[in-house]
């Protein structure tokens, strides 16, 4: 093989005298490699990336617990914030740590995610329409634990602190403060906006209206109060949908306009919970222009609980007044921000 490798590098050096040089630089490492293929007591063991890593984990972990003196406890490594990485990130980081965990290193990992946010990151990542979330965590996890959300009730407390909580906290009137109490249980009814984080980013947007347009405007009805605690966590959560309504508004201020773009949501949504009520036809291009109530299935009962009073003669007429509202809302946060 030596002897053929030399006669074919002149032979190429010959008919290719462009090649030539550059295949005589190659003549030597290429018989290196030959003769050290075949030398006997030479060979060494490819090398397993895989393996090594797991390798240098124990190692890091059996180390640390030397320098800790905590040889007889198991190291426990928290993980949070996940949602915060894009969805390549947090699917990669997911089947590292998965990986980790069967190195058998005396370490265990406590991981806190949402699942809805884990199947909208690997629908991303593995590009595909449709995810079973449910086969994709049981791979990943040994143990689940599935926690409550929280309730209104649970988060009412905070949600009163963090009104108080501000640097310049606003002066609310005692009817004022109790009319935000009572409606806050009508408005924080889903996961997405009933939790610490986005409360406090509500209660900053409430906080800055207030500061630069007052209180009368906005808290003097139930009504204004519900229209102002739903419309901020629209601007939180659903920051989409209020671009659509701002993009309707510069051509109409009709408010029946944006009433229709909102409730092509709400009925998309009731069109999942109940299949025999298929939205118009008329409305079918809107509600592709419109979040996916797939992926969003908490805009869908927020809006179906702000946009459905108790009583069915007043559905419109209420209905349209809190868009109205909303419109006018927008339209001062916007002021207040500049």
């Given at each position: 093989?030596?002897?053929?490798?030399?006669?074919?590098?002149?032979?190429?050096?010959?008919?290719?005298?462009?090649?030539?040089?550059?295949?005589?630089?190659?003549?030597?490492?290429?018989?290196?490699?030959?003769?050290?293929?075949?030398?006997?007591?030479?060979?060494?063991?490819?090398?397993?990336?895989?393996?090594?890593?797991?390798?240098?984990?124990?190692k890091l972990v059996d180390q640390?617990?030397?320098?800790?003196?905590?040889?007889?406890?198991?190291?426990?490594?928290?993980?949070?914030?996940?949602?915060?990485?894009?969805?390549?990130?947090?699917?990669?980081?997911?089947?590292?740590?998965?990986?980790?965990?069967?190195?058998?290193?005396?370490?265990?990992?406590?991981?806190?995610?949402?699942?809805?946010?884990?199947?909208?990151?690997?629908?991303?990542?593995?590009?595909?329409?449709?995810?079973?979330?449910?086969?994709?965590?049981?791979?990943?996890?040994?143990?689940?634990?599935?926690?409550?959300?929280?309730?209104?009730?649970?988060?009412?407390?905070?949600?009163?602190?963090?009104?108080?909580?501000?640097?310049?906290?606003?002066?609310?009137?005692?009817?004022?403060?109790?009319?935000?109490?009572?409606?806050?249980?009508?408005?924080?009814?889903?996961?997405?906006?009933?939790?610490?984080?986005?409360?406090?980013r509500v209660v900053r947007r409430?906080?800055?209206?207030?500061?630069?347009?007052?209180?009368?405007?906005?808290?003097?009805?139930?009504?204004?109060?519900?229209?102002?605690?739903?419309?901020?966590?629209?601007?939180?959560?659903?920051?989409?949908?209020?671009?659509?309504?701002?993009?309707?508004?510069?051509?109409?201020?009709?408010?029946?306009?944006?009433?229709?773009?909102?409730?092509?949501?709400?009925?998309?949504?009731?069109?999942?919970?109940?299949?025999?009520?298929?939205?118009?036809?008329?409305?079918?291009?809107?509600?592709?222009?419109?979040?996916?109530?797939?992926?969003?299935?908490?805009?869908?009962?927020?809006?179906?609980?702000?946009?459905?009073?108790?009583?069915?003669?007043?559905?419109?007429?209420?209905?349209?007044?809190?868009?109205?509202?909303?419109?006018?809302?927008?339209?001062?946060?916007?002021?207040?921000?500049?």
């Amino acid at each position: 093989m030596r002897v053929g490798s030399a006669i074919a590098i002149q032979g190429a050096s010959i008919f290719v005298p462009v090649v030539g040089p550059f295949m005589s630089q190659a003549a030597t490492p290429v018989d290196d490699f030959i003769k050290e293929l075949f030398d006997e007591g030479k060979t060494e063991t490819p090398y397993d990336s895989v393996k090594a890593m797991a390798d240098e984990f124990r190692k890091l972990v059996d180390q640390y617990q030397r320098l800790t003196n905590s040889q007889d406890d198991q190291l426990v490594v928290l993980v949070d914030d996940l949602d915060r990485c894009l969805p390549d990130h947090q699917i990669a980081i997911l089947e590292s740590i998965h990986f980790l965990t069967s190195t058998g290193a005396n370490c265990h990992f406590l991981i806190a995610i949402d699942p809805q946010l884990v199947a909208q990151a690997a629908m991303s990542h593995y590009k595909v329409q449709s995810f079973d979330t449910e086969q994709f965590l049981d791979k990943l996890f040994d143990l689940r634990v599935s926690l409550q959300y929280l309730r209104s009730e649970q988060t009412l407390p905070l949600f009163k602190a963090l009104l108080a909580s501000s640097a310049e906290p606003v002066r609310l009137s005692g009817a004022e403060m109790n009319r935000l109490m009572s409606i806050f249980s009508d408005v924080f009814i889903v996961p997405a906006v009933n939790n610490p984080r986005a409360m406090t980013r509500v209660v900053r947007r409430i906080q800055l209206l207030f500061m630069e347009t007052g209180t009368d405007r906005w808290l003097s009805t139930d009504l204004d109060t519900f229209a102002l605690l739903s419309w901020m966590c629209i601007c939180e959560r659903w920051p989409s949908l209020r671009i659509a309504l701002q993009i309707v508004n510069t051509r109409t201020a009709d408010p029946q306009s944006l009433y229709s773009i909102i409730s092509d949501i709400r009925d998309r949504f009731n069109e999942i919970a109940d299949p025999q009520e298929p939205p118009p036809r008329s409305r079918r291009s809107i509600i592709e222009r419109l979040p996916a109530i797939e992926r969003e299935p908490d805009l869908g009962l927020f809006l179906a609980n702000s946009l459905n009073p108790t009583k069915a003669n007043s559905l419109d007429q209420r209905n349209i007044e809190i868009i109205r509202k909303w419109v006018d809302l927008d339209v001062a946060m916007c002021h207040a921000a500049l």
